[in-house]
T-cell receptor, first 111, second 115 residues
Framework: QKEVEQNSGPLSVPEGAIASLNCTYS??????FFWYRQYSGKSPELIMF????GDKEDGRFTAQLNKASQYVSLLIRDSQPSDSATYLC???????????FGTGTSLTVIP | EPEVTQTPSHQVTQMGQEVILRCVPI?????FYWYRQILGQKVEFLVS????????KSEIFDDQFSVERPDGSNFTLKIRSTKLEDSAMYFC?????????????FGPGTRLLVL
């Protein structure tokens, strides 16, 4: 069973703070990792992807990947109330055309 | 900006009836997917489709489900005999290359309610 685990939250941070979202995965064959944002009643919206160990930055977002620890995280700097949403972690397995999602972490940014 | 579209946005049906959910993937994408999300639960993979055939399918995707790409642009999910537990949001996604990496983009979803 390929599991993707996320802390369901809710995670609350004040506006302007850094929000840290974590995800662990069970399959060492996992190749690429995606972070999606999902507002209530809406479809997942891709924020960023990462496939190499280390950090990847895109604007206020930084994804961090540690394959040895089977851990991927998303940092949101200067959090805004509009960042309030559920954040989904998804993994794609090497040579598989299948994506596995975590249950998501609910983030609330308090003005 | 190109986007995945889905119709209808909402579908209400009686248990035992057949439904067809439609999707138009992004035009230059080659991989297509159906997912479902039961209210309050995680996004679950149903099936992936490549080169006009099923690439992979999950345990959820049993004989009541089928997919087609009937005309080179549409991508459909058929549920033959709906059950109450099929009530969910169904998302279509397509995958293409961005920044040298293949990435998925989701459609807005079809909310299916089985009565």
């Amino acid at each position: 069973q390929k599991e993707v685990e996320q802390n369901s939250g809710p995670l609350s941070v004040p506006e302007g703070a850094i929000a840290s979202l974590n995800c662990t995965y069970s399959d060492r064959g996992s190749q690429s990792f995606f972070w999606y944002r999902q507002y209530s009643g809406k479809s997942p919206e891709l924020i960023m992807f990462i496939y190499s160990n280390g950090d990847k930055e895109d604007g206020r977002f930084t994804a961090q990947l540690n394959k040895a620890s089977q851990y991927v995280s998303l940092l949101i700097r200067d959090s805004q109330p509009s960042d309030s949403a559920t954040y989904l972690c998804a993994v794609n397995i090497w040579r598989s055309n299948q994506f596995y999602f975590g249950t998501g972490t609910s983030l609330t940014v308090i003005p | 900006e190109p986007e995945v579209t889905q119709t209808p946005s909402h579908q209400v049906t009686q248990m035992g009836q057949e439904v067809i959910l439609r999707c138009v993937p992004i035009s230059n994408h080659l991989y297509f997917y159906w997912y479902r999300q039961i209210l309050g639960q995680k996004v679950e993979f149903l099936v992936s489709f490549y080169n006009n055939e099923i690439s992979e399918k999950s345990e959820i995707f049993d004989d009541q489900f089928s997919v087609e790409r009937p005309d080179g642009s549409n991508f459909t999910l058929k549920i033959r005999s709906t059950k109450l537990e099929d009530s969910a949001m169904y998302f279509c996604a397509s995958m293409g290359t961005s920044g040298g990496m293949e990435t998925q983009y989701f459609g807005p979803g079809t909310r299916l309610l089985v009565l």
